[in-house]
């Protein structure tokens, strides 16, 4: 059915529905008050879980204030996201981080930035590292398309192109950066277009279709791993919603725009390939929504019943003393 094979298709697909569903249950708890914003990264599921399905549990990951999803695709747990949405200690940095700031070190995912464009070069560093050290592990760096107008990146890109670091640099690019839309910031008509200009392949796909997200993400993290050095991924997707969970979303865009795109959704495109070629039944999909949706019930619950960090704790963990 793709260059992919069936069954990486439907793993990829199960991550598309734990992020979904993690998502609407966290914009769920956020109407019910947990502190924090919420940017939702509903409609974009297929990149990273596209990128995710094809890291190692040792390659490294980092992402931005939409990075819900990118952390579920590394694995990262439900029980400890959710305490760190809720700002519980029991969360992925004791409830210090919130929504836009989780660091899973469990999974080799080293941070989450609300910076725009600060992770690209904390992901180049983390490359020179893995090289340096002779580690045969890929980092990934997930982020918007605003970010491509940051110094940040361009410094990112051309240190890891002259070294040949092992990156993957993703962006999903969903129109828009906060309100700006794309063609208002770059005359570019693909962003990757960008990374031509330091000698880094470049790639344009469509984000809302796994098979060509997969397609290119493997073979860019292969080479990677193999010392090949950095690629560019561009995936065009859309955020359902809007910046945040605040943001109606209505000012900058169309009505149109936005029904147009919900027909796009990822996980319905798939879902029909899957079922059409008989690799999944409907009743394995309500299967895995069922199991998904316990998971999320004990990670609610476990986040609600945990204790908040003490006043008398607030500032451990913030400066670091080196020895
Ligand atoms: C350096 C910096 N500049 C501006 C902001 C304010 N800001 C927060 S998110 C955002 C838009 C980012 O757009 P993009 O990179 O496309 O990511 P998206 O939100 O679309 O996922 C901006 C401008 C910021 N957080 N950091
Ligand atoms: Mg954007």
Redesign the pocket.
């Known amino acids: 059915m793709s260059k992919i094979g069936k069954e990486k298709l439907k793993e990829i697909y199960i991550i598309m529905l734990r992020i979904r569903a993690f998502e609407e249950r966290a914009i769920v708890e956020y109407h019910k008050g947990i502190p924090g914003f919420i940017?939702s990264s509903i409609g974009e599921e297929a990149i990273p879980a596209a990128v995710g399905a094809f890291l190692r549990g040792d390659d490294y990951l980092l992402t931005?204030?939409?990075g819900h999803g990118d952390i579920i695709a590394k694995g990262a747990r439900f029980d400890k996201m959710m305490a760190e949405l809720f700002a519980k200690e029991t969360g992925y940095c004791k409830g210090r981080g919130g929504s836009m700031h989780i660091v899973a070190t469990d999974r080799n995912m080293l941070g989450a930035t609300?910076?725009?464009?600060?992770g690209l070069p904390i992901a180049s560093g983390v490359a020179l590292g893995c090289k340096m050290q002779k580690l045969d592990r890929v980092t990934v760096c997930f982020?918007?398309?605003?970010?491509t107008c940051?110094g940040a990146f361009h410094e990112a890109l051309c240190f890891a192109s002259v070294w040949d670091l092992p990156v993957v640099f993703v962006c999903?690019n969903?129109l828009?950066?906060?309100s700006t839309p794309q063609k208002v910031y770059t005359k570019l008509e693909h962003i990757s277009d960008r990374a031509k200009a330091y000698g880094i392949p470049g790639v344009t796909v469509d984000g809302n279709d796994v098979a060509a997200v997969a397609e290119v993400a493997s073979e860019a993290i292969e080479r990677a791993r193999k010392g090949g050095g950095p690629t560019f991924i561009e995936g065009m997707t859309y955020?359902i919603y809007g910046?945040h969970m605040g943001d109606p979303g209505t000012s900058y865009r169309t009505k149109e725009e936005v029904e147009d795109w919900k027909k796009k959704d990822p996980i319905a495109r798939l879902q029909s390939r899957l079922l059409k070629a008989k690799v999944i039944t409907k009743s394995d999909i309500e299967e895995i929504q069922a199991d998904v949706n316990r998971e999320l019930d004990e990670a609610v619950k476990f986040a609600a019943e945990s204790p908040e960090p003490k006043i008398e704790d607030a500032l451990s963990g913030i400066y670091y003393t080196a020895r």
């Open positions: 940017h931005t204030h939409r609300a910076i725009v464009g600060a982020f918007g398309d605003g970010a940051t999903a969903n828009y950066s906060l955020r910046h």
